[in-house]
């Protein structure tokens, strides 16, 4: 009886778990016909939905913004494993909506176009509820930022208002990686505010990916924000050196951003300035709209109102844009400034308070076109209009800051860089470089420090690095430290033992390979291993720590002499222009919104730099009771022998305006095309029987027999005598680091500047007959003045201006620059002796012969002054 009776309780209790095992079962018995759709289990009644808690990353990101995600598709249970999950889904989707798929036909793969940007999710939780409010803020300072090598690193800072740190926030960072990096030892890390929010490997060679994820509520603050990339690399197969250069990673401002639950930004004082943020070339600009700006009185103020803002803002690459009516709605990363008095605005500014008209106001006003406030700057007149410019300055306006200990890098390149005027010694710990454990083939840690604007230690001197470091045994001797200053191997010091801890072990660094203004220096020790040479398989991903440095490393810098030269265009750069107690009188070609504009982009930059608005006075013309003149203009605008004056030839006049401004550099679809179209011609004209005969008698005329022979004469030209006298020049260029040139005592004057033909800009300066320097920045056009202006004014472009001339390259981001032939010195700091010492030394080591005239007249002085002595004092023997 009871055999009987299990089977009926069994029917029974599935009978009654109908619908949950339905649920925990989806699956049917019955055969599917082919097209046919699945049948269902037994009805059910549909159970309620549940409320769920909002998942931690409500959104994803995709190529042309945020569109909340996708609820995740239930996935059958994976089996069992030894090996632990991911932490994240880094896998491309494609987010294009497909046809479902049909019965019994194969689903073709997602094809994405090369070099687009693809999305990966962010978490496998469920969705919260559709919000397509969102706010997006590009992040990265440049327009790109490539990590290479092993490891590498950038910091900077970014502000927000406290509305954007209160709201809930996720990171979109987009990285395109090269092929032999290997995904699983390598890891890509974003830290804001010393937590990391991205760890992720390493593995998008194919294109550009894009990663989402959420930020912890709490982890964002009103205000500063520091935020840290790192990567580190190790190569696929390759256990050499040389191989570690292959090695990159590049993150691209493009989809690199933060995402905010938020329709509008909310700039509510003058202290969120700096929340305005950048666009995706790290660029902030800041549309000036006033009336009637042809007018003198409006052109002063608008100028010094510029180097306020971006100064206030913080700005790491401040353009100016200049209008006379409202441009339209603010881009992202644009701040609109109106200024003028209170009657002028009543017909740019809606709703203007009616304290301006009793006042002087600077206050943030919502726009009702844009979703960015507008600053407005106004007062009843002119005066009162001053007074509301230096509210907007705050503090930066209390005086011209000389002697600071850093220098305001931080929004884009963190830690602040030290400022050293003399001997000092900085720790690494205090430029950001923590203790690090390494077990790579080279270690690199970077770092800055920047110099006044009168350094002159050009040929004199030596830093000193003081390195605590460690290496074990495994390291070989013939591993080396390597010290760059400036992109150029400044100093070396080789690994002679086995297994070592360096205290305080000094590497000298000449200062002639320093410059004023930032300069940019790594340490790098590159270390040799008899297991890197055996190169077994699985080598590249050991992990067993080779190298450690230590945070109480230092660069010690020597004093240094300290004088200013003109002319000399680091002073522009370095925040030093114009010397002395004289305001530079600022002359532009033309009043009109460009040639403003790219006046007001040069002030702003220049005021970043030092630290406080530039002392300069505006006019229509230069007079001869001018010190320091600067010339903004379009080169078809420049007054008759103004080119002779900045010593630059006047072809430059003809060749600009019959040559039309190279354009920028194509995008890489551009390129391509470009080079596939070239590739065609190249292949037709092989074809050409003229080209072929052409190509036949010219490799008959460059015949080895024919090329041996004119070498043969050539050297055979030179006689012994010759040839002795060029070995013994090399020798002392490579040996003492002398030339004919350095022993000449003809002056050296300078010829006339010709610029590369292709260049887009020229900065260039002269000195005058009176104590001054004239200054001159142009261009083929006032557009073109206005654009590569701006494109001047980024940090890392910025900092390269120096010598006499510089001249902007149209598709690299360099300057071609003349050194300084000429010069006179310029005081600068109060006459001491121990000063006067070290720029008579740093002189005589650049003029080496008068050095030398000069010791063998004070030898034979000496030697005169002593006969007589004796001769008079003495007795004969």
């Known amino acids: 009886m009871r055999a009987h009776l299990i089977p009926l309780l069994a029917m029974f209790g599935l009978l009654g778990a109908g619908p949950a095992f339905a649920q ?97 999710p962010a978490t496998t939780q469920a969705s919260a509820p559709r919000n397509t409010a969102r706010l997006e803020r590009p992040l990265l300072p440049f327009e790109m930022i490539r990590l ?165 803002g913080r700005y790491a690459h401040p353009v100016i844009q200049v209008f006379e009516a409202d441009p339209g709605p603010s881009p992202v990363g644009t701040i609109k400034v109106v200024m003028g008095t209170a009657g002028e605005l009543r017909s740019l500014v809606a709703a203007l308070p009616e304290a301006a008209a009793v006042q002087p106001l600077a206050i943030m006003m919502q726009d009702g076109t844009s979703s960015m406030p507008s600053l407005v700057v106004t007062g009843p007149t002119w005066n009162d209009l001053d007074t509301a410019i230096n509210i907007v300055g705050g503090a930066a306006f209390n005086g011209r800051v000389l002697d600071r200990t850093t220098i305001d890098t931080a929004s884009w390149h963190w830690p602040e860089v030290p400022t050293t005027l003399g001997r000092r010694s900085i720790r690494f710990a205090d430029m950001g470089i923590p203790t690090q454990e390494f077990s790579g083939r080279r270690f690199r840690a970077r770092f800055a420090i920047n110099l006044p604007s009168d350094f002159y230690a050009t040929d004199y001197g030596e830093a000193t690095l003081s390195l605590d470091a460690a290496h074990t045994s495994m390291v070989k001797p013939g591993s080396h430290f390597d010290i760059y200053v400036n992109g150029k191997i400044a100093s070396t010091m080789t690994i002679t033992s086995r297994g ?179 590739g065609l011609q190249v292949a037709s004209t092989q074809y050409d029987p003229t080209m072929s005969r052409m190509v036949l008698d010219q490799s008959d005329m460059n015949s080895t027999d024919e090329v041996r022979r004119r070498w043969s004469e050539s050297i055979q030209r030179r006689g012994i005598i010759q040839q002795t006298i060029a070995s013994f020049k090399d020798w002392m260029e490579r040996t003492f680091n002398l030339s004919l040139a350095s022993l000449s005592l003809e002056d050296k004057g300078s010829l006339a500047y010709e610029p590369p033909q292709r260049s887009t800009l020229l900065l260039a300066q002269n000195r005058t007959e009176g104590a001054g320097t004239w200054t001159l920045v142009t261009a083929r056009t006032e557009e073109s003045l206005a654009q590569e202006t701006a494109r001047l004014a980024a940090p890392m472009l910025w900092s390269q201006v120096a010598g006499r001339a510089a001249a902007l390259e149209p598709s690299e981001e360099k300057l071609a620059v003349q050194p300084i032939d000429d010069f006179i010195f310029v005081q600068t700091l109060p006459l001491s002796f121990w000063n006067l010492r070290l720029v008579a030394a740093n002189w005589m080591s650049i003029n080496i012969l008068q050095y030398a005239l000069l010791m063998v007249a004070c030898c034979t002085l000496l030697g005169a002054a002593t006969y007589v002595l004796l001769s008079r004092l003495g007795r004969r023997s």
């Open 500 to 678: 070592s801890v360096f205290r305080r072990q000094e590497i000298r660094v000449p200062m002639r390979n320093f410059e004023a203004g930032i300069n940019h220096l790594s340490l790098e020790a590159v270390l040799l291993t008899d297991a890197d040479e055996r190169c077994a398989p699985g080598e590249t991903l050991s992990e067993m720590n080779r190298f450690v440095l230590f945070d109480s490393t230092s660069l010690n810098i020597p004093n240094f002499g300290r004088i200013g030269r003109e002319p000399d265009l680091a002073a522009l750069s370095s925040g030093g222009f114009p010397y002395g107690d004289f305001p530079a009188t600022f002359v532009l070609a033309r009043p009109d919104p460009l040639t403003y504009s790219a006046s007001g982009t040069l002030l702003a930059r220049m005021a970043r730099d030092s630290g406080a608005p530039v002392r300069a006075q505006f006019a229509n013309a230069a007079s001869l009771s001018d010190r320091s003149v600067v010339f903004v203009g379009a080169i078809d605008q420049l007054p008759a022998g103004l080119l002779d004056r900045v010593n630059v030839s006047e072809n430059l006049r003809m060749i600009w305006q019959s040559t039309p401004s190279p354009g920028r550099l194509a995008p890489s679809g551009a390129a391509e095309s470009r080079s596939e179209s070239q």
């Open 24 to 120: 925990a079962a989806p699956f049917t018995m019955s055969p599917t016909r082919p097209g046919a759709p699945p049948v269902s289990s037994p009805a059910a009644p549909a159970a309620p939905p549940r409320e769920e808690a909002p998942a931690a990353a409500p959104f994803s990101m995709q190529p042309g913004g945020v569109a909340p995600a996708r609820p995740p598709v239930p996935r059958p249970a994976a089996p069992a494993s030894s090996t632990p999950a991911a932490p994240f889904d880094i896998a491309p989707q494609d987010t294009r909506q497909s046809p479902p798929p049909q019965a019994g036909r194969p689903t073709p793969p997602a094809v994405r176009p090369q070099g687009a940007i693809q999305t990966a």
């Open 148 to 312: 290479d090598g092993e490891n590498d690193s950038r910091s900077w800072a970014f502000h927000l208002t406290p509305d954007e740190a209160a709201s809930r926030a996720s990171i979109a960072i987009a990285y395109q990686n090269a092929v032999v990096v290997m995904p699983e030892a390598s890891r890509l890390r974003a830290i804001i505010n010393g937590e990391a929010v991205v760890n992720v490997p390493i593995s998008s060679s194919q294109g550009f990916q894009q990663i989402v994820l959420p930020i912890r509520p709490g982890l964002l603050r009103g205000g500063q924000n520091i935020i840290r990339l790192e990567a580190l690399q190790r190569h696929r197969t390759d256990c050499t050196v040389r191989a570690t250069y292959e090695l990159w990673t590049d993150i691209s401002a493009e989809a690199t951003k933060l995402v905010f639950e938020g329709s509008s930004k909310t700039l509510r004082s003058l202290e969120d300035l700096p929340a305005v943020g950048i666009d995706q070339k790290g660029v902030t600009t800041i549309r000036v709209v006033a009336p009637k700006i042809y007018r003198p009185e409006i052109r002063d103020r608008l100028l010094r109102l510029v180097q306020m803002v971006a100064l206030r």
